[in-house]
């Protein structure tokens, strides 16, 4: 399968201001883009999703965004708070082999009080 | 609130031991997954299991043995493992229907450690 690149690797923030992840795919089956959260010594969380056929979703401080013609997906955080601090990674799952998801590299976020 | 549990937490074994990892829900998911986690790395799938059947391997070397009892369990049975397979073993499922892609609820895994 082919990759999808996230950026950036690591991200601080301060608290209340606003963190953004780009996450950039190349495969035209792309359907189904996933977030997860990952806390140290954790297991990934899944904290948002969007199908191809959506272009925004939001889930009160997070919201997830959809460029199919550019191919670039994004999770925007706002507000952030010290407990936002983890790995995020993206994913991507495809029309043509079901329940394989292909993750991101993943960022790490810190926010600083 | 893990609604996907996945026992032993911690595992220790030497390169002769044969070990499994047992992962278990309660959803009425149809889609069980077995990934491998190293630090600072996403999990790399290897396994899935669409009711009751493999449907996916990801090339996983066969001293990994997946197993699916039912609907509700998914086995990793170990055998033969090399100091590199030492990882975080994570289980996920989902809702098995059709070719629509579901979101997948991970455990907290198993840490292995192949002495």
């Known amino acids: 399968g082919e990759n999808v690149e996230q950026h950036p690797s690591t991200l601080s923030v301060q608290e209340g201001d606003s963190a953004v992840i780009k996450c950039t795919y190349s495969?035209?089956?792309?359907?189904?883009f996933p977030w997860y959260k990952q806390e140290l010594g954790k297991r990934p969380q899944l904290i948002i999703d969007?199908?191809?056929?959506?272009g925004e979703k939001k889930d009160q401080r997070i919201a997830v965004t959809l460029n199919k013609t550019a191919k670039h997906f994004s999770l925007h955080i706002t507000e952030t708070q010290p407990e936002d601090s983890a790995v995020y990674f993206c994913?991507?799952?495809?029309?043509?082999?079901?329940?394989?998801?292909?993750f991101g590299a993943g960022t790490q976020v810190v926010v600083t009080p | 609130d893990t609604e996907v549990t996945q026992t032993p937490k911690h595992l220790v074994m030497g390169m002769t031991n044969k070990k499994s990892l047992k992962c278990e829900q309660h959803?009425?998911?149809?889609?069980m997954y077995w990934y491998k986690q190293k630090a600072k790395k996403p999990p790399e799938l290897m396994f899935v299991?669409?009711?009751?059947?493999?449907?996916i391997n990801e090339s996983v070397p066969s001293r990994f043995s997946p197993e699916c009892p039912n609907s509700s369990l998914l086995n990793l049975h170990l055998h033969a493992l090399q100091p590199e397979d030492s990882a975080l073993y994570l289980c996920?499922?989902?809702?098995?229907?059709?070719?629509?892609?579901?979101?997948?609820?991970f455990g907290d895994g198993t840490r292995l450690s192949i002495l």
């Open positions: 959803m009425g998911h149809r889609a």
């Open positions: 969007i199908r191809s056929n959506v």
């Open positions: 994913a991507r799952g495809t029309t043509d082999s079901w329940g394989k998801l292909q």
């Open positions: 996920a499922s989902s809702q098995g229907s059709g070719q629509i892609n579901q979101p997948q609820h």
């Open positions: 299991y669409s009711y009751e059947k493999l449907s």
């Open positions: 495969d035209s089956a792309s359907n189904y």
